[in-house]
């Protein structure tokens, strides 16, 4: 490989870099917007009065806005799973492999992870949150039925 073809290919493995970390940066503002508006939901149900409809149009809503957050997690996962991909390929011809270095130091590579990915944790905040709503929509409808 000649040296501007190595220089190519640092300036492409540091944009693929770039653009991981950007999609890195959307995924946080995405949790950053979502925990707030499912709290201003939550708390929406102890200001309304028990036998209101209201609390099981709040529910459902608040399942809705549950599943865009879970198909947003999903989405970006697979952008940097891909964006990733290519970056450990770019760097089987540059003199150092970081990225394929920490996949090793973490067991990523080998199935045995070292701490649980955080698209798991969001994925598991955005589910629970889910049912959550659920479990509000199913206790309020009950009230409403039996009052």
Request: hydrophobic share 45%.
């Amino acid at each position: 490989m000649t040296d501007d073809d190595r220089s190519d290919r640092v300036l492409m493995w540091q944009t693929y870099v770039q653009t991981a970390e950007n999609t890195s940066t959307r995924r946080e503002a995405i949790n950053r917007y979502m925990v707030p508006v499912h709290l201003a939901m939550m708390a929406s149900h102890f200001v309304l009065p028990l036998n209101e409809l209201p609390h099981i149009v709040i529910g459902i809503v608040g399942m809705a806005v549950s599943y865009l957050w879970i198909a947003l997690l999903d989405a970006h996962r697979k952008i940097n799973d891909a964006k990733y991909d290519i970056i450990i390929a770019l760097e089987e011809d540059l003199p150092c492999r970081p990225f394929d270095m920490e996949s090793k130091s973490t067991g990523i590579d080998t199935g045995l992870r070292k701490y649980p990915p955080l698209t798991q944790l969001q994925n598991r905040a955005a589910w629970t949150v889910f049912v959550v709503h659920l479990l509000v929509i199913v206790t309020y409808a009950l009230a409403w039925t039996l009052a």
